[in-house]
């Protein structure tokens, strides 16, 4: 049986961050109540499909947005209610997650996400500064990160994560270890450290533009990495990945999915999905899919078979991003060749250029490596006319 990772994605949110360009945005309770029951058409007829194809098992479920704690505690049953009915499975042990924003927690949405089935909830911590968190225009403050936490806590949840960030405008070195500090002290069992991206079209990147935008040195975002890295070490998480931490049995299972370039199903407005060889997204368009959420491949767009020169390149970079590496026998197991007889030329540059390291089989970033990251990444796309 192969393992299916199944993703949710919730496009609502309070207020739009300014570094954020997620496909995400503010609704009234009608609109949110119509995708609701749009997204349970879409799932009932994937479900469908899943049953009649065979050969997979339901892996993993991440509830993601947008803020998707913004619904309703019921809308969340709902909607996991659907997948356990549609996919012909009971709640899993294996990992439900939901993203929530602090803001948007409450103990009655809480009791809801319980007893729904979700055993893991991500929290957009982001920085335990008001005024940085202001400055990103986030809706909630550190006090209501506090509340939020405990209150899970209270409620039986042994498995939350924090995501933070770092390089962010007007955020200091002493900022972002009291940050790391004070959600260490709070025993989350996952962290997740990402740095500021400016991605064209949000108001931070029209600020950078515009002169606006005054953002810590490429020296001291990376102190602040390393002094995660660090702190992160000596409180007992293990970096598995680039950015993210976990104490042991904590690691992110569904993420470990896509690092692994295992299948993935994405359901909702706008979610991407990889099967059967085929990468697919749904429409972004509300409208179409509020009325025909119940014909998925009507509302599929930019259908691309993956080559298998493609999928190596993605093989390799994604699975360098985890801490293990690359597996040899992994790949030659999957593609029928050998990772040297494939990319031997560029293993070795960047060997000498102490990018990598190679151990018990395992091909791995070094520290410097994860600190160069992209360039090494860059290393292992195939010249296209060769796919």
Request: proline share 3%.
């Amino acid at each position: 049986m192969k393992n299916l990772a199944l993703y949710l994605h919730v496009p609502f949110c309070l207020r739009k961050c300014r570094y954020c360009d997620f496909l995400s945005f503010s609704a009234d309770a009608s609109i949110k109540r119509d995708y609701v029951e749009a997204l349970k058409r879409e799932i009932e007829a994937r479900g469908r499909w899943f049953r009649e194809k065979g050969g997979y098992r339901l892996y993993s479920v991440f509830i993601g947005g947008g803020t998707p704690s913004i619904l309703e505690g019921g809308q969340v049953g709902e909607l996991l209610s659907s997948v356990w009915n549609a996919f012909g499975q009971k709640p899993m042990t294996n990992e439900v997650t939901l993203e929530a924003n602090p803001g948007t927690i409450t103990q009655e949405k809480i009791r809801c996400w319980k007893q729904a089935g979700v055993t893991r909830v991500s929290v957009g911590v982001q920085a335990a500064q008001n005024i940085l968190l202001k400055r990103l225009g986030r809706v909630h403050t550190w006090e209501e990160t506090l509340e939020g936490i405990q209150e899970l806590r209270c409620a039986g949840f042994r498995s939350i994560s924090a995501d933070l960030m770092m390089g962010l405008p007007g955020q200091s070195l002493e900022d972002w270890t009291d940050t790391l500090a004070k959600i260490l002290a709070m025993g989350v069992e996952h962290i997740s450290c990402y740095s500021l991206i400016l991605e064209e079209g949000t108001p931070f990147y029209r600020e950078e533009a515009a002169g606006k935008l005054s953002l810590p040195s490429d020296e001291e975002e990376r102190r602040m990495y390393h002094t995660a890295v660090r702190q992160l070490a000596a409180a007992g998480y293990r970096q598995y990945e680039i950015s993210n931490f976990a104490k042991p049995g904590y690691a992110c299972l569904h993420n470990l999915c896509y690092w692994d370039l295992t299948s993935y199903l994405g359901l909702g407005l706008g979610a991407s999905s990889y099967l059967e060889g085929t990468r697919f997204q749904n429409t972004n368009d509300m409208q179409n899919y509020l009325k025909n959420s119940q014909y998925p491949r009507s509302i599929q767009e930019n259908c691309t078979v993956v080559t298998q020169a493609r999928e190596m390149e993605e093989y390799m970079f994604l699975g360098l991003r985890r801490t293990d590496g690359v597996e040899a026998d992994s790949f030659r197991a999957r593609f029928g060749a050998g990772v040297e007889s494939v990319y031997g030329e560029a293993l070795a540059a960047l060997q000498r250029k102490g990018f990598l390291q190679f151990k018990e089989g395992r091909i791995c970033l070094t520290e410097l490596g994860r600190d160069f990251a992209n360039q090494v990444f860059v290393e292992f796309l195939l010249d296209p006319e060769t796919e």
